[in-house]
């Protein structure tokens, strides 16, 4: 893969963000003023402790009760509007990506695709892509950037409180760090095996249900169900390896942080409420504030490990996305409603990757409206030479000309639109006999469907 597909591909999902710059500034908006609303929560018992309460004022006894009341309120409203926010863009980000893959795919030859499995390029867009926006943007990255507001905020506040019972707390930070490295570290590793299992499997699994009628006929049921089975013990043993570290390890980390964090509070803070040098309001607003900072901080932390295991799944898209366009378009190519249909092979070679040539100095030509056949065994080159002459492929050797312009310099859907082929291989889709017929364009009937299906 070059060096700078990922770049290329990161850009194009950055300048996608751009775009959305509307919803992530509104978004971004409404986290303020829920992360200030949910800041004043822990604030508004303070007061009512120190102030209401000691000195009997009702007034703000009735203010700071309403606002213990409706502050989570509000707040956990504007939160949920802002996760829509990132629902719609997490979404976008999915979409785009999946038209990228396929618009990719229908530009490949089909020697490129058939090398690149059907199953593996189903896996890309349906899970792959899915993964990268509405897993990884929408549920880790846009989060933790609301989490990073809030432990901002959280900080500013808690440092008014108490300096020092603030920098005792922020002394786990590099513990947290370090630990978070490492962590992120064992799951990107975990993750990129996983996801070759899950490749292998999507193309497994795939090559199986069409080669089903294939196994039965030779009885071998039980050597699948034999794969099947060591694909199923490979992934849970790696897909358990990874939820290990993403959720049990991470969330014992987290328990961990919160429960020492506290403790460290009510120790310290106990004593100096002793002492007199903190009030009980302040020191319960801030035994408040530290499970909601370290919350914030295992979000940060969930963005970050979510980074590393995202990378090889962009890696895996990014294979498909850089893949080069063989057959493509040249500049100012020729467009025309018809062509007059005189067709000639020119020295034309060809062969399919290595292997022996399958055409070899091919020369023929046919006037239009002239019927010719070419016959010979199977793998002599007859579906070869209309793959050619459609640019499925490109000869290694030789021209081919259509009214004496070589087929290169038309563009592909002029050639393809002017060629009709009835192939040996039939492909359905799976839609409605009428939906098939009409697939290529052209002006029938219904009632003229109806008496060729009859005639078929």
Known sequence: MPKDSSIQLNKEIIRLLISKKKQIVLGTFITLIGVTLNLLFPWTIKVLLDVGIPNKQ????????CAIVLLPLLSTMLMSATNLFHIEIGGHITDFLRKTILVKVSKLSPSTVGNLKTGRIVGCITRMCGEVGDVYIRQELLPAITSIFMSIGILIFIMVLSWKLTLLCLCLIPVILYLSKVLAKRSEDK???????????????????????????????????????????????LRNQVSIIRVWLMETLSKFEQSLGTGIVFAFGAWQAINGHISVGSLIAFTVYIPQLFTNVEKIQKAYIGTKNVRPTIAEINNIYMLPDEIKNVANAISTNKLEGSISFENVSFQYNDDREILSKVDFHIKPGEKIAIVGPTGSGKTTILDLLMRFYHPIKGKI????????????????ENIGIVSQDVFLWN??????????PCEVTDKQIEEATKIA
Not at 431 to 440: F, G, P
Request: glycine residues 6%; without cysteine.
């Open 58 to 65: 009702s007034n703000v006894l009735i203010f700071a009760i």
């Open 191 to 237: 993750t990129t095996k996983l996801i070759h299992l899950l490749n292998e499997g999507d193309a497994y699994f795939t090559e199986l249900v069409s080669g089903i009628k294939t196994v039965q006929t030779f009885g071998k049921e039980e050597v699948e169900y034999a794969h099947i089975d060591n694909w199923i013990k490979e992934h849970r043993k």
């Open 401 to 416: 000309f259509i009214d004496g312009a070589d087929i290169k310099g038309y563009s592909l859907k002029t050639l393809r």
């Open 431 to 440: 839609r409605s006999i009428k939906e098939n017929l009409k697939y290529v």
